[in-house]
DNA sequence: ATGGACATGTCCAT
DNA sequence: ATGGACATGTCCAT
């Protein structure tokens, strides 16, 4: 153990010998990376680690050098004890980008403004968000993973912490996490006060679940104006697409805000920006009144607009769950009913209360193929 | 033991006999009143408590006649398994008064309006009230009691709740406790979710230590606008003298609110009050639209400016209802139901018994909002 | 759902 | 400290 971390210690070149690495060092390497957050165990400090390792962090490296080298993917691995990076990483060979696509049903949960690359959304409301890649390694097991910063750069290194109110409602695995991921088999992971990539608290979601057309489904649990919370500063979304060995082969970053009007913010912040950079701010320890504010993700603005909007076409699948399979029906035409309900337990009781309308109805005409609608229906109140 | 309550049980008449009242057993029976929230041991409701000893209530009471009669106080407990009473209490030999005087210096933290009764505040800033009272009894042991309450008739029943942002800050006695008070010996009494006077959470304080000129050093660590706490509920300060037995020989009422804007709150708050009754509250399980929302103060609001500074006459104490309802709004996730059905006329059925549901919501919980779902569903089952 | 009014905390210049 | 502007949640009528 001690011995193959010598080894990599040794590394001080770019003659790198890739026949060193395999897998089971890299995965070794990783967890001892990750279970203690200082490396005390290692008596090395991670700044020491990355100066040995630098070389293999460039950006420009992302791709995998196995096909033609034929050895395990090239390591990549400082990332985890750095800051969260928010520049895009799109234009390798897996194309990584996730999307939003605007759904025709309460479309007013979220909105996004193109000019911003931003997304309004409302606590405690969906928001799917569409992988795109090119599956580049079929041998790659992937994830997705979904963390949220602060976009400014000053406040970058601060954890997001959920605000007490907003906690006080769950317990388990994603207590502390205002970003929830509802797609099964999602790994909550980090830790409130993390600083560094790998402890940020973040939603981990293996793609081996997913289905090819599949969004991620996403929720907020806080509102960006928490005050014991993100307290109005400005936040992004940082997807990252990675491998089973925390490699990253793909980045895809947004600005977001919780809020309760989308639109209203939306528009208030497009109008905003459209004339001057103002002030009145509360991000960052910036100097008192000139600062700039500029985020991150905003040093390659020029592009941004294209960025964004144009990230297109691709058919937007939807797939409504719960559809039906369509019954021959008799000579009555079948028809939909589509409502919308405040709430989950209203939804439920105006499930049983249509439930008992068609039993109702089968029971004094004696048509048991109403039985059938009785059946779809408890599938859903069994929900 | 059984045998003093007995005795206790056995009164059905005014014509007392006081001389069977000792302090010992009214102290007893105090504490077990208290200590045993529903009475079980006694195996007696509160209700048939107050019935029997309710001659003994009267709010015409509470003066002592043990100078005359040479017996012990009169004892006057009921209040302590009732909800608090809002009205001042006088004009009796006490002369009970709690007074704010406006200090030069920081003059900013708090205003008082006499037209509201009503004092508006800093969080986190020493509001001093000044004891007035005639020592009527040299040897009574007083405390005077400082107690929040929501002003509606609706909400008085509702426990005031630190929000867990503020709740964070402070551990130890007074952590729940919105309502800090700094003299020496303050005692935090009553549980987060008390509903009747001896059970809230409230903050007494012997005077014994306190000098003749000494206000009480107050402090709310906790806004009227906090959401998860008292959410913008209005509000009110009850304090009470009371003797060792907890006989109340005074009360003083006042509202208040905390607030980030005292002058600028107040003077809206007079302008609007000024005009007309309005409505926008979210106080009360009230009804939909019409109700005039009253606190209990305001029963008297026509002579109200005259009340603060005299003191009125008489009023009902709100029973206390089984249950609440809650309003609490907070940002439900709207759900869409989409179901299929046989026919057309099925459909129209179903809808009619969807729309009961949301009516029968409606009408219970008060909550208007829900009206848009009924709108809604009309224009389907208009089709 | 939606837009307007409002309530109320925060920032900022003085 | 103070008043004005602003940010942002909530209520309400449609
Ligand atoms: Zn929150
Ligand atoms: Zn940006
Ligand atoms: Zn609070
Ligand atoms: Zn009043």
């Given at each position: 153990?001690?011995?193959?971390?010598?080894?990599?210690?040794?590394?001080?070149s770019?003659?790198?010998?890739?026949?060193?690495?395999?897998?089971?060092?890299?995965?070794?390497?990783?967890?001892?990376?990750?279970?203690?957050?200082?490396?005390?165990?290692?008596?090395?400090d991670?700044?020491?680690?990355?100066?040995?390792?630098?070389?293999?962090a460039?950006?420009?490296?992302p791709?995998?050098?196995?096909?033609?080298?034929?050895?395990?993917?090239?390591?990549?691995?400082?990332?985890?004890?750095?800051?969260?990076?928010?520049?895009?990483?799109?234009?390798?060979?897996?194309?990584f980008?996730?999307?939003?696509?605007?759904?025709?049903?309460?479309?007013?949960?979220?909105?996004?403004?193109?000019?911003?690359?931003?997304?309004?959304?409302?606590?405690?409301?969906?928001?799917?968000?569409?992988?795109?890649?090119?599956?580049?390694?079929?041998?790659?097991?992937?994830?997705?993973?979904?963390?949220?910063?602060?976009?400014?750069?000053?406040?970058?290194?601060?954890?997001?912490?959920?605000?007490?109110?907003?906690?006080?409602?769950y317990?388990?695995?994603?207590?502390?996490?205002?970003?929830?991921?509802?797609?099964?088999?999602?790994?909550?992971?980090?830790?409130?006060?993390?600083?560094?990539?790998?402890?940020?608290?973040?939603?981990?979601?293996?793609?081996?679940?997913?289905?090819?057309?599949?969004?991620?489904?996403?929720?907020?649990?806080?509102?960006?104006?928490?005050?014991?919370?993100?307290?109005?500063?400005?936040?992004?979304?940082?997807?990252?697409?990675?491998?089973?060995?925390?490699?990253?082969?793909?980045?895809?970053?947004?600005?977001?805000?919780?809020?309760?009007?989308?639109?209203?913010?939306?528009?208030?912040?497009?109008?905003?920006?459209?004339?001057?950079?103002?002030?009145?701010?509360?991000?960052g320890?910036?100097?008192?009144?000139?600062?700039?504010?500029?985020?991150?993700?905003?040093?390659?603005?020029?592009?941004?607009?294209?960025?964004?909007?144009?990230?297109?076409v691709?058919?937007?699948?939807?797939?409504?769950?719960?559809t039906?399979?369509?019954?021959?029906?008799?000579?009555?035409?079948?028809?939909?009913?589509?409502?919308?309900?405040?709430?989950?337990a209203?939804?439920?009781?105006?499930?049983?209360?249509?439930?008992?309308?068609?039993a109702?109805?089968?029971?004094?005409?004696?048509?048991?193929?109403?039985?059938?609608?009785?059946?779809?229906?408890?599938?859903?109140?069994?929900?």
């Amino acid at each position: 153990m001690v011995e193959s971390q010598d080894s990599l210690y040794s590394l001080s070149s770019p003659d790198l010998d890739l026949d060193r690495f395999d897998t089971g060092e890299l995965n070794l390497l990783s967890s001892q990376l990750s279970q203690n957050g200082e490396l005390k165990s290692l008596e090395i400090d991670s700044q020491t680690l990355v100066n040995n390792l630098g070389f293999l962090a460039q950006e420009e490296y992302p791709q995998y050098f196995h096909e033609i080298l034929e050895i395990p993917p090239l390591p990549n691995l400082d990332h985890l004890r750095q800051l969260p990076n928010l520049e895009d990483m799109s234009e390798n060979n897996w194309k990584f980008d996730m999307q939003l696509k605007s759904e025709s049903g309460n479309k007013s949960s979220w909105l996004y403004s193109g000019s911003l690359n931003k997304v309004f959304v409302k606590i405690n409301t969906p928001l799917n968000v569409y992988p795109a890649f090119v599956r580049y390694d079929v041998n790659a097991e992937l994830f997705i993973r979904a963390m949220i910063v602060y976009s400014s750069q000053n406040d970058l290194p601060e954890p997001v912490k959920k605000c007490p109110n907003h906690k006080e409602k769950y317990t388990g695995c994603f207590a502390d996490h205002i970003l929830r991921c509802d797609n099964t088999e999602s790994v909550y992971r980090g830790n409130e006060n993390g600083k560094v990539f790998e402890e940020k608290l973040a939603v981990l979601v293996p793609m081996k679940n997913i289905a090819s057309n599949e969004p991620l489904k996403l929720t907020f649990t806080c509102q960006n104006s928490c005050s014991g919370g993100m307290n109005r500063k400005s936040t992004s979304l940082i997807f990252t697409l990675e491998d089973q060995y925390q490699n990253i082969l793909g980045r895809k970053c947004m600005h977001f805000k919780v809020c309760s009007c989308p639109r209203r913010d939306k528009e208030k912040d497009e109008q905003t920006t459209k004339t001057l950079p103002k002030k009145r701010k509360i991000e960052g320890s910036n100097a008192p009144s000139t600062s700039k504010k500029q985020h991150l993700m905003q040093k390659q603005d020029s592009t941004e607009t294209l960025m964004m909007d144009q990230s297109p076409v691709e058919s937007p699948i939807a797939t409504i769950p719960g559809t039906f399979m369509n019954i021959k029906q008799e000579q009555d035409a079948q028809v939909e009913l589509k409502i919308l309900l405040p709430n989950d337990a209203l939804k439920k009781k105006a499930l049983d209360a249509v439930y008992n309308v068609i039993a109702g109805e089968m029971s004094r005409s004696g048509n048991s193929a109403l039985n059938y609608y009785l059946t779809e229906l408890q599938k859903q109140i069994g929900k």
